[in-house]
């Protein structure tokens, strides 16, 4: 009888043993499942955490970020000195040029007046402060340049297609304010700002509705200051996709400047900061106001910037600034009609005050190489030197590295009625041209990137190899148990059975011998 228990015994055993091995068997399926979803979605929900994180929440890390940069941009500037500016007029000698620089300027950027909108956008004003930098200029504010004389040059210009007697009176008027198509000035002053007599005159005779909003002329006249112009963003916080991109500039949703609606446009970037998750076949728009457009940016080759951060260099396509003959799509940047910009030029006298102010590339870079040659002093354009390019960290739209590099040029035209540019040749004559942008950005910011960067493919790998082990392990171990106490489930059921065939012998002879004695 005590067998008989011991073996009940044995056999609960074994079906409470086989429960376990089912439950363990659930909980490394379960741990198989999460690998699973350990390998699919655990990069989702890493691009979930840094939209949340990127996104400008006021009080918030990136916000603060983003209203004071903690990085110092920095802004170069070389300037095109005339050194045979009688022989040109005179003689018609090719103007011969000395650059000039670089005259070097320290920036701090700031947003102010920040207010958070209803619709998950940031109104703000720019504030910036440049502070020029001696020991790594070469040379002085004070420096002394002979430049063409932008005012009079673009007045000059503009009365081309004027009644001749305005243009008799316009050589009158600048015979008597001596004005002449050169001038020599600081280079402080040409960038900053010199009073100049044509605009003062300006300020007395043009109607109020066509005033110029200044009474100075500086190629950076009002730009070391708070900006005037009102600035509306995307958050982010509600749609990441939008994060960092225009939303109005001045209450306005597009520019009014050219003929149609898709050159018009403003939602770019400042250049900052971009939606995050960028692919290689993203085009990025980067909007600045003395740009008169969005300017596109093509991926072109993967880099590594400071502290190893990997990032996408983005430059502007070949034919950004090309003739309307080589990019049709420029057509609705030359709203006059033919004659439009030259290849590699683009025309921004449609917000200029229609001074005939023509943006290149440093050095004609990208350009007809017969507008360098018509001048003499300027060396061939280099891809590293000249190209404008901005690397962005793909996963949080960050940018690590900047080189803003545009060259100011004058379109002139030949006035033969007034005497003083009677000799000035139809020249697009270079003024100067410069590079902003960033080197790369402080150790707190790119450490964290770089943990960003790093550690989910790492956290992502171990998980993984954690939960299929572990999963595989306790299943195969589960399995194999169960597969034993199955079988010896079978072999306790066999005994059991002989068991009790046994017993049945026993009582069946008990009950012979009791019938023998019976009948004696």
Same mark, same amino acid.
């Given at each position: 009888?005590?067998?008989? #228990?011991?073996?009940? +015994?044995?056999?609960?055993?074994?079906?409470?043993?086989?429960?376990?091995?089912?439950?363990?068997?659930?909980?490394?399926?379960?741990?198989? /499942?999460?690998?699973?979803?350990?390998?699919?979605?655990?990069?989702?929900?890493?691009?979930? %955490?840094?939209?949340? *994180?990127?996104?400008?929440?006021?009080?918030? *890390?990136?916000?603060?970020?983003?209203?004071?940069?903690? %990085?110092? =941009?920095?802004?170069?500037?070389?300037?095109?000195?005339?050194?045979?500016?009688?022989?040109?007029?005179?003689?018609?000698?090719?103007?011969?040029?000395?650059?000039?620089?670089? #005259?070097?300027?320290?920036?701090?950027?700031?947003?102010?007046?920040?207010?958070?909108?209803?619709?998950?956008?940031?109104?703000?004003?720019?504030?910036?402060?440049?502070?020029?930098?001696?020991?790594?200029?070469?040379?002085?504010?004070?420096?002394?340049?002979?430049?063409?004389?932008?005012?009079?040059?673009?007045?000059?210009?503009?009365?081309?297609?004027?009644?001749?007697?305005?243009?008799?009176?316009?050589?009158?008027?600048?015979?008597?304010?001596?004005?002449?198509?050169?001038?020599?000035?600081?280079?402080?002053?040409?960038?900053?700002?010199?009073?100049?007599?044509?605009?003062? !005159?300006?300020?007395?005779?043009? &109607?109020?509705?066509?005033?110029?909003?200044?009474?100075?002329?500086? !190629?950076?006249?009002?730009?070391?200051?708070?900006?005037?112009?009102?600035?509306?963003?995307?958050?982010?916080?509600?749609?990441?996709?939008?994060?960092?991109?225009?939303?109005?500039?001045?209450? #306005?949703? $597009?520019?009014?400047?050219?003929?149609?609606?898709?050159?018009?446009?403003?939602?770019?970037?400042?250049?900052?900061?971009?939606? &995050? $998750?960028?692919?290689?076949?993203?085009?990025? #728009?980067?909007?600045?106001?003395?740009?008169?457009?969005?300017?596109?940016?093509?991926?072109?080759?993967? /880099?590594?910037?400071?502290?190893?951060?990997?990032?996408?260099?983005?430059?502007? &396509?070949?034919?950004?600034?090309?003739?309307?003959?080589?990019?049709?799509?420029?057509?609705?940047?030359?709203?006059?009609?033919?004659?439009?910009?030259? $290849?590699?030029?683009?025309?921004?006298?449609?917000?200029?005050?229609?001074? =005939?102010?023509? @943006?290149?590339?440093? $050095?004609?870079?990208?350009?007809?190489?017969?507008?360098?040659?018509? /001048?003499?002093?300027?060396?061939?354009?280099?891809?590293?030197?000249?190209?404008?390019?901005?690397?962005?960290?793909?996963?949080?739209?960050?940018?690590?590295?900047?080189?803003?590099?545009?060259?100011?040029?004058?379109?002139?035209?030949?006035?033969?009625?007034?005497? *003083?540019?009677?000799?000035?040749?139809?020249? %697009?004559?270079?003024? +100067?041209?410069?590079?902003?942008?960033?080197?790369?950005?402080?150790?707190?910011?790119?450490?964290?990137?770089? +943990?960003?960067?790093?550690?989910? &493919?790492?956290?992502?790998?171990?998980?993984?190899?954690?939960?299929?082990?572990?999963?595989?392990?306790? +299943?195969?171990?589960?399995?194999?148990?169960?597969?034993?106490?199955?079988?010896? *489930?079978?072999? @306790?059921?066999?005994?059991?059975?002989?068991?009790?065939?046994?017993?049945?012998?026993?009582?069946?002879?008990?009950?012979?011998?009791?019938?023998?004695?019976?009948?004696?």
């Amino acid at each position: 009888m005590s067998q008989f #228990y011991s073996e009940n +015994l044995a056999m609960a055993c074994n079906k409470l043993h086989t429960y376990l091995s089912g439950f363990v068997i659930a909980f490394a399926l379960c741990l198989l /499942v999460l690998g699973v979803l350990v390998t699919f979605g655990f990069s989702a929900l890493v691009r979930l %955490v840094i939209d949340h *994180q990127v996104a400008l929440r006021p009080g918030g *890390q990136s916000f603060g970020w983003w209203s004071r940069p903690p %990085v110092e =941009p920095v802004i170069r500037l070389y300037v095109y000195n005339v050194t045979n500016a009688d022989e040109f007029l005179n003689n018609g000698s090719k103007p011969i040029l000395d650059e000039l620089g670089p #005259y070097v300027y320290v920036e701090r950027w700031e947003k102010v007046d920040i207010v958070e909108n209803d619709n998950g956008t940031l109104s703000f004003n720019a504030k910036r402060t440049y502070i020029f930098s001696e020991e790594q200029s070469g040379g002085s504010e004070d420096d002394v340049v002979i430049v063409p004389n932008i005012p009079m040059l673009s007045a000059t210009s503009q009365s081309k297609h004027a009644a001749r007697f305005l243009r008799l009176a316009m050589a009158s008027i600048m015979d008597i304010l001596k004005i002449k198509p050169f001038v020599e000035v600081s280079v402080g002053q040409l960038l900053w700002g010199y009073e100049d007599p044509l605009l003062k !005159l300006a300020k007395d005779v043009v &109607p109020k509705e066509q005033k110029l909003p200044y009474e100075e002329f500086g !190629l950076m006249y009002g730009k070391n200051s708070t900006s005037r112009d009102r600035v509306t963003i995307w958050s982010g916080v509600e749609d990441i996709t939008k994060y960092g991109i225009i939303d109005k500039y001045n209450g #306005y949703s $597009h520019m009014p400047h050219w003929s149609e609606e898709r050159c018009n446009r403003l939602n770019g970037s400042d250049g900052s900061i971009f939606p &995050p $998750h960028i692919s290689k076949n993203a085009t990025l #728009y980067v909007y600045e106001k003395d740009l008169c457009r969005l300017l596109p940016l093509i991926f072109e080759k993967e /880099v590594v910037t400071r502290n190893n951060v990997p990032g996408y260099r983005f430059t502007p &396509p070949d034919n950004v600034f090309a003739s309307v003959e080589e990019n049709p799509d420029n057509m609705c940047f030359c709203p006059s009609g033919p004659p439009c910009a030259p $290849h590699g030029f683009f025309n921004v006298s449609a917000c200029q005050f229609d001074s =005939p102010i023509l @943006l290149s590339f440093p $050095h004609f870079y990208m350009a007809d190489q017969s507008y360098r040659l018509a /001048v003499e002093g300027i060396s061939p354009p280099e891809k590293e030197k000249h190209q404008l390019f901005i690397d962005v960290q793909p996963e949080m739209g960050t940018a690590l590295r900047a080189r803003a590099r545009i060259q100011i040029n004058l379109a002139v035209s030949q006035v033969v009625d007034i005497k *003083q540019v009677a000799n000035f040749p139809d020249i %697009v004559f270079p003024i +100067l041209w410069f590079e902003e942008g960033i080197d790369g950005l402080p150790d707190e910011v790119t450490d964290l990137m770089s +943990l960003a960067n790093t550690v989910p &493919p790492k956290a992502q790998l171990g998980l993984m190899i954690a939960l299929y082990a572990l999963g595989a392990f306790l +299943l195969v171990l589960a399995v194999t148990c169960l597969v034993r106490s199955s079988h010896r *489930q079978s072999t @306790l059921h066999l005994d059991s059975s002989n068991f009790l065939a046994t017993a049945s012998i026993d009582q069946a002879k008990k009950k012979s011998k009791m019938d023998n004695k019976e009948r004696f």
